[in-house]
């Protein structure tokens, strides 16, 4: 079971940019699915974007047109680029993975979108 691991998160000003990474410690090939959910002080974590194995993407409404999920299989990672960045993507962003029914989540990044 791989472990994850996030880094890139940090402070930006509204309609900034940030690039997240999460670096897992096995093999990604074969994981079937990976991606990032948030979670915000008082609010249920929720789903950011997810990525199969076969490069399919899924994302939340409030991401779409504005973040991009991609995953590097031979460097064992997966990376979410994030642009013109609101106020209200302030959250603990978790790395994610779903592989033959086993769920495992990152220790997570804190973003904070400040002016």
């Known amino acids: 079971q791989a472990q994850l691991m996030e880094s890139g998160g940090g402070v930006v000003q509204p309609g900034g940019s940030l690039r997240l990474s999460c670096a897992a410690s096995t093999s990604i090939n074969d994981i079937n699915m990976m991606g990032w959910y948030r979670q915000a002080p008082g609010k249920q974590r929720e789903m950011v974007a997810l990525?199969?194995?076969?490069?399919?993407?899924n994302y939340a409404t409030s991401a779409e047109g504005r973040f991009t999920i991609s995953r590097d299989n031979a460097k064992n990672t997966v990376s979410l680029q994030m642009d013109r960045l609101k106020l209200g993507d302030t959250a603990v962003y978790l790395c994610w993975s779903w592989n033959r029914g086993i769920v495992t989540w990152g220790q997570g990044t804190q973003v904070t979108v400040s002016s």
């Open positions: 990525i199969s194995n076969l490069g399919s993407t």
